[in-house]
């Protein structure tokens, strides 16, 4: 790889992902699309101030970057596809442009920025790294169209790794549980309403993303207590799963209000 294109890099994942990589390969060209600049030091970094929900100034930071693509010598590009926000609430009580701002950033932008991108991927090789959720095995009251959204994300990803196999390039969707990002302030909790156990690092994840990456893995669902509710997702039939997991959330919202 001789360059590394991540949305959301100034916090979160995104951020942990850029500084694990950059501690191995600081050589490497860094190009990150978010609203806010990545405050960690790295001398190879071009922020691309872009409002990913808005597909014109997507398209003006598409520009840019492949301007900037210019500049970086021959060498695989590493696409990380990671912005993204929840909203916690019953559908009918929330706001509507909220709502479907979330659409516009984890799904249509991550589709527009890979398909704008993928005829260079395809020329010079490389990879893609889709963020998408635990949320993504079973629908999600009070977070429905969060989950809806990384379930098209694990979908996508799924998929595209197929039609992509013949060119050489690996998609890795990587599905986290609860983490300790921004995620849950923007949802409406004033702190993780979660327990260590199930909650985890942005280290933790962006590690095992980028390990899973590098052995070509296809999918992986990060922290042992979440690959068990991948399982019981699995076996358990959607008809059951959705009351069970309506109610789980409330409690959690409950809980957490109470703290």
């Not at 970086?72 to 009580?93: F, H, M, R, S, W």
Request: glycine fraction near 10%; aromatic fraction near 6%.
């Amino acid at each position: 790889m001789s360059v590394v294109i991540i949305t959301g890099g100034s916090s979160g994942i995104g951020e942990s992902i850029l500084k694990a990589i950059s501690h191995y390969k600081p050589e490497m060209r860094f190009f990150n699309l978010s609203r806010s600049s990545v405050e960690i030091n790295l001398k190879n970094l071009t922020h691309i101030p872009c409002d990913l929900s808005d597909s014109a100034e997507l398209t003006a930071a598409l520009g840019v970057l492949k301007d900037g693509l210019k500049t970086v010598p021959q060498g695989k590009i590493l696409l990380i596809n990671n912005a993204g926000y929840g909203l916690y609430g019953l559908v009918p009580q929330m706001d509507k442009a909220g709502l479907l701002g979330m659409l516009d950033l984890n799904n249509r932008a991550m589709v527009q920025l890979t398909l704008e991108l993928l005829p260079q991927m395809i020329e010079r090789g490389g990879g893609i790294i889709n963020v998408s959720s635990i949320a993504a095995y079973v629908p999600t009251p009070t977070l429905a169209v969060y989950g809806a959204t990384k379930a098209f994300v694990l979908s996508w990803g799924m998929a595209l790794r197929e039609e992509l196999k013949a060119q050489g390039i690996n998609v890795l969707t990587v599905c986290p549980g609860p983490t300790a990002t921004k995620f849950f302030s923007r949802a409406g909790f004033e702190k993780s309403p979660l327990p260590p156990v199930i909650g985890r690092t942005p280290d933790f994840v962006a590690k095992r993303a980028l390990n899973a990456a590098a052995k070509n893995r296809a999918l992986i669902t990060t922290g042992w207590t979440n690959k068990l509710l991948r399982w019981v997702c699995a076996v358990v039939p959607r008809e059951l799963g959705v009351p069970i997991s309506f109610g789980v959330l409330k409690f959690v919202r409950l809980r957490s209000l109470k703290k």
